[in-house]
């Protein structure tokens, strides 16, 4: 299906700048979870995967992976990606 609509100059010019503004944001976002290690901190495994520390604990009692070496938690980027893909509707 296509729309076709005519928009004020200015209109047209202000989507385009949020359009850049949000892409811009996802890129920096994205950058940032590239930066963060296969293995993570709880703290770093929020930031992946743009959830708060609550959600975490609760994503692990549902049955996230959580790697203990040495006493020591760490959380995968890959087991991260995989409970989210487990629990998609």
């Known amino acids: 299906m296509e729309v076709k609509m005519?928009?004020?100059?200015?209109?047209?010019?202000h989507i385009k700048e949020e359009m850049l503004k949000t892409a811009v944001e996802a890129y920096k976002l994205a950058g940032?979870?590239?930066?963060?290690?296969n293995y993570?901190?709880?703290?770093?495994a929020c930031?992946?995967?743009g959830i708060s520390?609550?959600?975490l604990q609760k994503m692990i009692a549902q049955g996230l992976?959580?790697?203990?070496?040495?006493?020591?938690?760490r959380i995968s980027k890959q087991a991260i990606d995989d409970f989210?893909?487990?629990?998609?509707?």
């Open 6 to 13: 005519q928009l004020p100059p200015e209109f047209e010019e």
């Open 53 to 55: 520390f609550n959600t």
């Open 32 to 37: 940032k979870r590239e930066e963060l290690p």
């Open 40 to 44: 993570m901190s709880k703290k770093q």
């Open 47 to 49: 930031q992946y995967g």
């Open 84 to 89: 989210y893909k487990e629990n998609e509707i």
């Open 65 to 73: 992976r959580v790697s203990i070496v040495g006493g020591v938690q």
